[in-house]
Antibody, heavy 120, light 110 residues
Framework: EVQLVESGGGLVQPGGSLSLSCAAS????????MTWVRQAPGKGLEWVAH????????NSVGSVKGRFTISRDNAKNSLYLQMNNLRVEDTAVYFC?????????????WGQGTLVTVSS | SYELTQPPSVSVSPGQTARIPCSGD??????AYWYQQKPGQAPVVVIY???ERPSGIPERFSGSSSGTTVTLTISGVQAEDEADYYC?????????????FGGGTKLTVL
């Protein structure tokens, strides 16, 4: 069974840092682009960042550039999101997902999400 | 920045047809994808590459494309289809494309 499990969410103060992880299983992780998507409470989906199969290419939405870094470890079948200088508006459920077709394909499956709350 | 535009809400009675449009200037050049999200759950793809339906998705879900608008059609809507629906595509401009989601449409089954 293809499965993605996020971890690392929690409560952090503005300006703080947090590192999210996503453990993948049931498929050849190194063959796929991977992505992070977030959803603020009561709001819509927002693409955050994606990374290619060997980690040599990545991109992120403008609002997180310079603060968030996406990375992966294919030996550990894991995807990461390092979040620095967090802002209140970064509060959201963060989902990891597999990107099919290419980095701009459809996302499936999705993890269950991990909640990040940025508050003083 | 590039945007995909969806109506905030659509309401239909059971058995009727629901149509949810998504408009964006780059849609003639980029594939569109559709997701269904129910409260407290992760999104699930219901249409990929504009018109393709994944295995396990009911046949009543279909996608179409015309110019700068793609449309998700749900024929014979059932109560279980009540959910939020999001379109997704990519910005074809700039030196590197961004992934973009529409704002989402809440489908209410009356």
């Amino acid at each position: 069974e293809v499965q993605l499990v996020e971890s690392g969410g929690g409560l952090v103060q503005p300006g703080g840092s947090l590192s999210l992880s996503c453990a993948a299983s049931g498929f050849t992780f190194s063959n796929y682009w991977m992505t992070w998507v977030r959803q603020a409470p009561g709001k819509g989906l927002e693409w955050v960042a994606h990374i290619n199969q060997d980690g040599s290419k990545s991109n992120s939405v403008g609002s997180v550039k310079g603060r968030f870094t996406i990375s992966r470890d294919n030996a550990k079948n894991s995807l990461y999101l390092q979040m620095n200088n967090l802002r209140v508006e970064d509060t959201a459920v963060y989902f990891c997902s597999r990107s099919n077709y290419d980095g701009f394909g459809w996302f499936a499956p999705w993890g269950q999400g991990t909640l990040v709350t940025v508050s003083s | 920045s590039y945007e995909l535009t969806q109506p905030p809400s659509v309401s239909v009675s059971p058995g009727q047809t629901a149509r949810i449009p998504c408009s964006g200037d780059a849609l003639p050049k980029q594939y569109a994808y559709w997701y269904q999200q129910k409260p407290g759950q992760a999104p699930v793809v219901v249409i990929y590459k504009d018109t393709e339906r994944p295995s396990g998705i009911p046949e009543r879900f279909s996608g179409s494309s015309s110019g700068t608008t793609v449309t998700l059609t749900i024929s014979g809507v059932q109560a279980e289809d009540e959910a939020d629906y999001y379109c997704q595509s990519a910005d074809s401009s700039g030196s590197y494309r961004d992934v973009v989601f529409g704002g989402g449409t809440k489908l209410t089954v009356l």
